[in-house]
């Protein structure tokens, strides 16, 4: 979710007006008519919400929404995006595709809240959270757009995966489909801003530019200038500005708060808690497809625990899982055969998009036939094969644990017990170590399949 490259692809599906020189052979305004709603919540505050209707259609459709704070633009019922949905694909299929600009972000009202906790209890009618914001929007969507079949389905990437999650705790009935995609799901222990407690600083840093409060969202039509670090090597930009205090100022005069609240909360305090969405995933009725990728620098572990959590408080549901060879957000971008100087064999996305998720909306959503999906369909690298399992973990896999030894080394052989068995290294906060062998800004998507022998030898 954190790069600004990531920015601008969760975006492009939604905020670009089409080019003729690279638009796509399916175009948008030939085939959907587009409406723009302010869709009232139970408090009295409006969601911008866009809906795009197949011109043509033999029967009614099913609504496939997406919820973001990445902006549902272009404004303006004459302005169409080059996409609508997940791909070509989905468009061809013919859907009711609805975008909604979460609350407080570009054209909604409301005040928008990082990981807006979720309220477990509500305390009067008027109380909101995400799951209610989408309730509401669900029963409006059905009482005043003619020509569905009653039958809604949601999904997103990365940020939009959190919002796919939070929005069917305590389903709506409509809703039959869902797929959170390299979902956030815990902003300290996995996801984005902290992993297993380690602050993600360069994750971040010029990615919160695109969050500073908006002083009017119900006005506020452009997207902000990507940060612009006047340099392309990131490691001395950074070891200049030394503490992390120097850094927060660095952002601005007013600084930015989204970003000061990453560094005041830097233990797994109340903050963080409340924004942790795993234990509040209950009550979910939808089937649930949760994608992610090996190679996710932003949220591995979003998708696994998200996956997790749905299955151990929601016995009888359909919930899938899919990991893949990707990048964040990789399976709807390209055909993910490689990945730096790795070669998967496969087009692995394209068979995602194709024999997984377009056969499970159109199974949910139309009563297609049923592809009969695993419980787990993932990707083994190494072999390049994808397996199929019952159960993630598989049932049959055994834990084992792998020990640092002398030499910097890794063994499956516990060391012998003792006082004298001990490693050292020096951690010099004048000479960090990087994570990558060459100079550049943010966190390169591939550094996860990067040689990093180079920092051996510092």
């Known amino acids: 979710m954190m790069a600004a490259l990531l920015w601008a692809c969760a975006c492009a599906a939604w905020a670009q007006p089409a080019a003729a020189s690279t638009a796509p052979a399916y175009e948008v305004r030939e085939h ?14 409006h969601l911008f919400t866009v809906v795009y209707v197949p011109k043509i259609s033999s029967a009614p459709l099913p609504f496939l929404m997406e919820r973001t704070p990445y902006s549902c633009g272009p404004y303006g019922v004459d302005r169409y995006p080059r996409r609508v949905g997940p791909n070509e694909d989905f468009m061809k299929a013919g859907y009711i595709f609805v975008c909604q600009d979460v609350r407080g972000r570009h054209l909604s009202e409301g005040r928008f809240d990082e990981m807006r906790p979720h309220l477990a ?74 992993h297993g407690g380690a602050f993600m600083l360069p994750h971040n840093y010029g990615f919160l530019t695109f969050f500073k409060p908006q002083d009017n969202p119900t006005t506020g039509t452009k997207f902000p200038v990507p940060f612009d670090y006047g340099t392309s090597d990131g490691y001395d930009y950074f070891l200049k500005l030394g503490n992390l205090r120097n850094i927060a100022k660095s952002l601005g005069p007013k600084g930015n708060p989204y970003f000061d609240s990453l560094i005041e909360h830097d233990r797994y305090d109340a903050y963080w808690k409340a924004r942790n969405i795993l234990p509040h995933l209950k009550n979910i009725k939808a089937a649930v497809l949760t994608v992610g990728g090996w190679f996710d620098a932003e949220d591995l572990q979003g998708a696994l625990s998200t996956y997790r959590s749905i299955e151990q408080q929601n016995p009888g549901i359909f919930n899938a899982l899919v990991m893949g060879p990707w990048v964040h957000g990789g399976w709807l971008r390209g055909p993910g055969k490689s990945l730096g100087h790795v070669d998967f064999a496969v087009k692995n996305s394209e068979y995602f998009q194709k024999k997984i998720m377009l056969p499970f909306f159109e199974h949910h959503l139309k009563g297609a036939a049923d592809a009969r999906l695993p419980e787990a369909s993932v990707f083994e690298s190494g072999t390049n094969v994808w397996r199929q399992f019952d159960a993630w973990p598989p049932k ?16 499956w052989q516990a060391p012998p017990a003792g006082p004298s068995v001990f490693d050292s290294y020096v951690s010099d906060p004048n000479r960090p170590v990087p994570f990558i062998g060459y100079t550049d800004i943010g966190m390169p998507a591939e550094h996860m399949v990067a040689d990093q022998r180079f920092a051996s030898t510092r």
């Open 32 to 45: 959907y008519t587009k409406y723009e709603y302010r869709v009232p919540m139970r408090d009295g505050q």
């Open 396 to 411: 049959q896999a055994q834990r084992r644990t792998l020990y640092l030894r002398e030499g910097g080394r890794l063994d």
């Open 121 to 194: 209890r509500k305390a009067s009618p008027r109380d909101t959270d995400e799951s209610t914001d989408m309730h509401d929007t669900v029963s409006w969507l059905l009482a005043h757009v003619p020509g569905h079949n009653g039958k809604v389905g949601i999904w997103g990437i990365s940020y939009p995966g959190f919002y796919t999650s939070a929005s069917i705790i305590d389903s709506h009935p409509a809703i039959k489909a869902a797929s959170p995609q390299a979902p956030v799901a815990d902003f300290f222990m996995g996801d984005d801003a902290y």
